[in-house]
Every structure is written in C-alpha cells, then in structure tokens.
C-alpha cells in the first residue's frame, strides 16, 4: 500500500460540513485568548492543543463553549473567520462551506450588521489572498429552540450576505425533534436557501426521514444512521441527496463506536454520494487530510478513489456550475499529473 499522504496533501479539495468556531486551531484561539486575557484559556498554542484534549463529551461542550466565549467583537468575527482559511489553504482546500451559528454572536450583543459584514470582509480577502473560496450556511443551534430558529432564519432572510448558500440545524438530536424547524425552513427556502440539516448522528433513520420530509434536506449532516434502512439509503442514492460524513468527530463524539465499524462502507455500497468532512477539527485532533486518510483506510481507495470523494464534494456543494467544472477539472488534472510521475 503506498503512502497516500502527499497525494492527500496536494490534492485540491471542497469540505462541505466544518463548523466556525469548531475550526478554531490552537494558533487562532491563542490569538483570541491574548485579547481577551480575563478568559481562563491559554494563550500559548501549545497550552492550547492541551486544553484541547477531552476527557468526556461534557468537556468537550466546556472547552467549545470557552472558545465561543472569545469571540466577543467583530474584529475577533474577521480574524476567526481568515485564519481559518489560512488553516485551509494549508491543506489545498480550495472551496469550503463554513456552518456559522449567527444566533451565538448576536444573543452576546455583536451588532448584526457588523456581524456580516466581518464575516463578508474575511471571505473576501480568504478568495484573494489565499485562494480559498468560502460560503456560508447559517445554522440554528437546535438546543436553544423555536426563539434561535426565528432569529437564524431572520438574520439569513432579511440580511443576507452575498456568501450565504444555505440553511442548517445542528445541536443535539434527542429532544430535539426536527419537524418542529419546518416554519423556519420553509422560509429560507422560499427566499432561495439549501436545506442542509444534520440529522441521524446521534438518532435513528426517521430523524433523516424527518429532515427530508419536512425541512427539504437536500444534504445530510453526517446521516450515520442512514444505514440501518435500506429503504432510505436507496432514497438517498436515488434522489442524489449527499451525506457529509465526519469520521473521526463520529468515534469522538461516540456515535459510532469504533472506526472500523464505521458505515460509510455500506453507504458508498448502496449508491449514496458520500462526501468525506471534518466537523470541528481541532477540537477533534484531526484535520480534512486527515478525514481522506482515514476514508482511504476505510474504503480501502487508491489516488483515483481519493480523486473520486473529493469531486463527490463539489457536485454535492451549492457552488456555482462554471465553479464546480473547474473545481472538477483541476482535481483530475492534479491525480494525472500525480499518476504519471
Ligand atoms: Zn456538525
């Protein structure tokens, strides 16, 4: 088995399913930290790194909520929001959905308006400096219920920024039932927003079905469950609806309890369009590199195999078609190139 990892390095790639503040590497949060020195995390990059080693899921909601915590002002918004892309443009991402939960900042008292326009400012100077195009899905954060739904899908409708894309629920999912989000779905639909939900990460099939039925989905975030259906995982394969699959943040978070036993096998047996993502990676211990090593483990891929996920990402992404066929075209002509050395 040859060493994939420089492939995996060079190859250029679209994530569809990274969270915002969840990107936050060590040299970001430090970075955060050093402003705001009444927080109680470090502001050293490798104090960080340790801080960020979890015991348990508990702490894991501790340390992100500390992370939140540091972005207090739109300054902080921007500086996130680039340095994330420069985190990207490191590992050849060359477009990339960032879930941004609008409703986290706004409740802490940054005003809307400079919100979007921090966020607009950094995708801007990401596509120009670094060559990372980002677009935007904002999501609500379904534990804080219908008042957090109402103000996602007003912020997203009334303000939109020129990146927005698309619509999103996360948060946990037992307890949370998804139809109760079709009001506020049905409104950034009607306004031209993809309905991209997670659903089945830490439930069973029906909250997908739920997501389908009622909110639109036209993608699934994580979609773990899918395979306990067969009837579903045709309707997936069938109707092109995309899973973004996360691995590693999977075993992290215990939805599947060890990545050999991991489903995507069967999903990308029944037909589905998988696409490989990291979720939060830092917080995780990995990166997007990382998630394609670990899906070539699992699918057992080669360079074309890779190739194969990472244009799996672009036609399931809400680019532009001219994009996409460049996108597309740069990916093949990259594994050419690499194949014939
Ligand atoms: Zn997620």
């Keep these: 088995m040859p060493d994939l990892h420089p492939f995996i390095a060079g190859l250029p790639k679209a994530e569809l399913h990274v969270h915002h503040v969840g990107s936050a590497s060590p040299r970001i949060v430090a970075e955060l930290a050093s402003r705001h020195p009444d927080s109680k995390v470090p502001t050293d990059p490798e104090a960080v790194a340790d801080y960020f080693t979890f015991t348990d899921f508990a702490h894991f909601i501790d340390v992100y909520l500390s992370v939140v915590d540091l972005v207090r002002t ?19 991402i060359r477009y990339a959905e960032l879930t941004i939960t609008p409703y986290s900042s706004t409740r802490r008292g940054i005003d809307e308006d400079a919100f979007m326009e921090a966020i607009e400012d950094a995708r801007k100077a990401a596509e120009a400096e670094l060559g ?15 008042e957090a739904a109402e103000e996602t899908v007003r912020l997203a409708v009334d303000l939109r920024p020129a990146g927005l894309v698309s619509f999103g629920l996360g948060g946990p999912e037992i307890g949370v039932p998804r139809p109760q989000f079709k009001p506020y779905f049905d409104r950034a639909r009607a306004a031209g927003l993809h309905s991209v939900p997670h659903a089945g990460e830490t439930t069973g099939p029906e909250t997908v079905w739920d997501a389908i039925r009622e909110l639109g989905a036209e993608r699934i975030g994580h979609g773990t469950s899918s395979t306990r259906d067969p009837e579903l995982l045709a309707y997936l394969a069938e109707h092109r609806i995309a899973l973004e699959v996360c691995p590693t943040s999977n075993i992290a978070t215990r939805a599947v309890a060890d990545l050999d036993e991991h489903p995507v096998k069967e999903m990308v047996a029944a037909g589905v369009l998988v696409t490989i993502n990291s979720d939060d990676p830092p917080m995780f211990g990995t990166d997007l590199n990382n998630e394609y090593a670990v899906a070539a483990r699992l699918l057992d891929l080669d360079e074309r195999g890779l ?32 194949l014939a050395r």
């Design 307 to 338: 190739a194969q996920l990472a244009k799996n990402a672009v036609e399931a992404s809400f680019l532009d078609p001219a994009g996409k066929a460049r996108l597309s075209a740069e990916i093949d002509a990259y594994t050419a190139d690499w």
């Design 74 to 92: 739109p300054d902080d918004v921007r500086t996130l929001t680039f340095e994330v892309a420069r985190d990207m443009a490191r590992q050849n």
């Design 132 to 146: 990372v195009i980002l677009r935007w899905c904002f999501d609500i954060p379904g534990e804080a219920g219908l």
